[in-house]
């Protein structure tokens, strides 16, 4: 009976050992260690549409993303004493009708938005990340009854800016798509 528990323990010890190197928590940023204060100015705005405030929001979304998920980074709207910048472009904006209902009336929409962002180190001078193509959609749908209309664009735009926001706060923080030097 003891060697059945003395086995049975020894099993458990080697089998979890076994796993310690499968989990590594991620505990410090894809960037540079020097890198301690990001600017993320206002975003451009290239869209032929001219929408209110989607550049504005895009920026505000990432600089409170990298406050939120940065471990210490510091976010500042100029590039004066930043030692990185975020820089993004809103490029399209498309917003369009997708399913009809019986009376040939648009009820759903899609809203696409193609951004690109460039993450240069200021210090290095460097590019450390660039995307000129990332897409995000949402879609909302409109209320049949007038009485109870609200538009649904706005909160939809936000939606995308989150998610564009923790799109790119990931990228840096876990390093991925991040140019390592080259030795």
Do not use: W
Request: hydrophobic fraction near 45%.
């Amino acid at each position: 009976m003891i060697i059945v528990r003395v086995s049975v323990l020894l099993f458990l010890l080697v089998f979890v050992i076994g796993f310690t190197d499968c989990y590594k928590p991620v505990t410090n940023s894809g960037l540079p260690k020097h890198i301690k204060n990001i600017a993320v100015p206002a975003f451009q705005f290239e869209a032929r549409a001219l929408r209110y405030r989607v550049a504005t929001r895009f920026a505000e979304a990432v600089g409170k993303e990298v406050i939120k998920r940065g471990s210490g980074l510091k976010v500042q709207g100029t590039t004066t004493g930043a030692d990185a910048v975020i820089e993004g472009t809103i490029r399209d904006f498309s917003f369009t009708g997708v399913l009809l209902d019986r009376d040939g009336r648009a009820r759903v929409y899609e809203i696409t938005i193609v951004a690109a962002v460039t993450i240069k180190d200021l210090k290095e001078n460097k590019v450390l990340y660039d995307n000129q193509n990332l897409v995000f959609r949402d879609s909302f749908e409109f209320s049949s009854d007038p009485r109870t209309f609200f538009n649904e664009e706005d909160p939809a735009v936000d939606r995308m800016a989150r998610a564009f926001a923790e799109s790119v706060v990931s990228t840096i923080v876990n390093g991925m798509g991040v140019r390592k030097e080259k030795n």
